[in-house]
T-cell receptor, first 116, second 111 residues
């Protein structure tokens, strides 16, 4: 079946611009996660949705970052007034949100954001 | 969540077993050990996870010490396609369920 998809695969923008990154999770997955990965580092948690609501947004670096999941499926990560330091690969993952520690997250291929 | 420590890099000959260690000495009783890998320019891929018992699937085996303070991921017959960064993660049962990745081990399989 279809996995997690992310669009665009690459995004180049100029400093100060607004960008939107889209994630299509696996159908039926309740939970959706956004991570950010800088060069040479492991993915860093940003925000986690349970259904339509953000259950934990403690990883968002500042108020320029915002994410929505209005219908509990597709999610959009929005970044305002982009800065060069926002350049990274943005990863999305989804899971069934199972109990008992067996909740496996499945990752998409990521969106590579470059801020010039 | 508990912190993990992994060697930054390892080499393995093609066809041999690759044994990737992970230390998680502060792991608590309700934390699972997960392994993911990331091939260049792709998203992380789930490999295996466990709590106390050793686990095996079609990709790998996971050996967890009795005190649960360390674990080893074993790829029984490494191929060139196994060259990747391998992440060992401990995650609490329940709660926010997000993963906290470290920098992982960069495994290079040599022909």
């Amino acid at each position: 079946g279809a996995g997690v998809s992310q669009t665009p695969s690459n995004k180049v923008t100029e400093k100060g611009k607004y960008v939107e990154l889209r994630c299509d999770p696996i159908s039926g997955h309740t939970a959706l996660y956004w991570y950010r990965q800088s060069l040479g580092q492991g993915p860093e948690f940003l925000i986690y949705f349970q259904g339509t609501g953000a259950a934990d947004d403690s990883g968002l670096p500042n108020d320029r970052f915002f994410a929505v999941r209005p219908e509990g499926s597709v999610s959009t990560l929005k970044i305002q007034r982009t800065e060069r330091g926002d350049s990274a690969v943005y990863l999305c993952a989804s899971s069934l949100l199972l109990e008992g520690g067996t909740d496996t997250q499945y990752f998409g291929p990521g969106t590579r954001l470059t801020v010039l | 969540d508990a912190k993990t420590t992994q060697p930054p890099s390892m080499d393995c000959a093609e066809g041999r077993a690759a044994n990737l260690p992970c230390n998680h000495s502060t792991i608590s009783g309700n934390e699972y050990v997960y392994w993911y890998r990331q091939i260049h320019s792709q998203g992380p891929q789930y490999i295996i996870h466990g709590l106390k018992n050793n686990e095996t699937n079609e990709m790998a085996s996971l050996i967890i010490t009795e005190d649960r303070k360390s674990s080893t991921l074993i790829l029984p017959h490494a191929t060139l396609r196994d060259t990747a960064v391998y992440y060992c993660i401990v995650r609490e049962d329940g709660g926010g369920n997000q993963f906290y990745f470290g920098t992982g081990t960069s495994l290079t399989v040599i022909p």
